[in-house]
T-cell receptor, first 113, second 110 residues
Framework: DTEVTQTPKHLVMGMTNKKSLKCEQHMGHRAMYWYKQKAKKPPELMFVYSYEKLSINESVPSRFSPECPNSSLLNLHLHALQPEDSALYLC????????????FGSGTRLTVV | SQQGEEDPQALSIQEGENATMNCSYKTSINNLQWYRQNSGRGLVHLILIRSNEREKHSGRLRVTLDTSKKSSSLLITASRAADTASYFCATDYGNNRLAFGKGNQVVVIP
């Protein structure tokens, strides 16, 4: 299996809702990442997990809460989002500290109304 | 964080022509990577060049790296309509923060 699977592909949520994005990989990668991408912009790093521990938080607002239950799974819990949080959320994985390329999922297109 | 910057940002070419994109960065890197993105979906890793390498090939792709000028180029030879996409360079400074450049939109006209 050489894929990163993200669910759902599309999500519309209200500003008072709580929702979660899921990401799964079975490549044995011990580093997993969340990126946010606005239209016509490059992806921006949000969080980095290594060996199931949060190693980097790029000053992301607390309404975004990451979780790594095991080495194959990464979640992003969403609560009280704003319309400006609407974006494509991308999950990626890689071998930790090997300087290899990342494998990205297809993303979740999030719309906050 | 520092990011690579590609130049030019939009490129329209005829099928069969070559497409070249450039990327510059600001400080020493471990490696530089190129990714392709179709229609706002996930990114696909194309090629990685390490700081001690000068040129790398993968199929119709050729990447060069000039560490003295802190720049890289991606050449796509004999382009096809399916190559229409956005192309991003990304720099790995060794701190597990892969930073993406602004991206190039390439349109290949059949």
């Amino acid at each position: 299996d050489t894929e990163v699977t993200q669910t759902p592909k599309h999500l519309v949520m209200g500003m008072t809702n709580k929702k979660s994005l899921k990401c799964e990989q079975h490549m044995g990668h011990r580093a997993m990442y969340w990126y946010k991408q606005k239209a016509k912009k490059p992806p921006e790093l949000m969080f980095v997990y290594s060996y199931e521990k949060l190693s980097i938080n790029e000053s992301v607002p607390s309404r975004f809460s990451p979780e790594c239950p095991n080495s194959s799974l990464l979640n992003l819990h969403l609560h009280a989002l704003q319309p400006e949080d609407s974006a494509l959320y991308l999950c990626a994985s890689s071998l930790w500290d090997r300087g290899d390329g990342y494998t990205f999922g297809s993303g979740t297109r999030l719309t906050v109304v | 964080s520092q990011q690579g910057e590609e130049d030019p940002q939009a490129l329209s070419i005829q099928e069969g022509e070559n497409a070249t994109m450039n990327c510059s960065y600001k400080t020493s890197i471990n490696n530089l990577q190129w990714y392709r993105q179709n229609s706002g979906r996930g990114l696909v890793h194309l090629i990685l060049i390490r700081s001690n390498e000068r040129e790398k090939h993968s199929g119709r792709l050729r990447v060069t790296l000039d560490t003295s000028k802190k720049s890289s180029s991606l050449l796509i030879t004999a382009s096809r309509a399916a190559d229409t996409a956005s192309y991003f360079c990304a720099t790995d400074y060794g701190n597990n923060r892969l930073a993406f450049g602004k991206g190039n939109q390439v349109v290949v006209i059949p």
